[in-house]
């Protein structure tokens, strides 16, 4: 079970820190999280509110939706939201990981 937005927002903040830490721009207020990375990355992006709702940018696909719960992979590379209708995976491009390796 993943973490609950109307409940869990401080252990989200902390957790989208260290999952985009040093891979972009990085946004972290008491009601939106958001993730942009920079050029000359590949541009993606992924804003959540404390509501829940999401809007992502990925090269091909835009997506905005609400979910109430998020769950962070263990490998840091990837999130899952879930809401009553559907569900939806980032994953952060393996270009903007490299970035953590120089």
């Not at 993606?44 to 090269?59: D, F």
């Not at 719960?69 to 939806?88: C, M, N, R, V």
Request: aromatic share 10%; hydrophobic share 40%; with cysteine.
């Amino acid at each position: 079970m993943g973490l609950v937005f109307s409940e869990d927002w401080g252990a989200i903040s902390s957790a989208f820190r260290q999952m985009f830490n040093g891979l972009g721009d990085v946004r972290i207020d008491e009601g939106l999280l958001e993730f942009c990375s920079t050029p000359p990355s590949v541009a993606t992006g992924i804003s959540i509110t404390k509501a829940g709702e999401l809007a992502a940018n990925m090269p091909l696909h835009d997506i905005q939706s609400t979910f109430t719960q998020i769950s962070f992979q263990e490998d840091g590379f990837s999130l899952t939201l879930k809401g009553p209708d559907s569900a939806y995976t980032y994953t952060i491009p393996s270009e903007i990981l490299a970035l953590r390796s120089t």
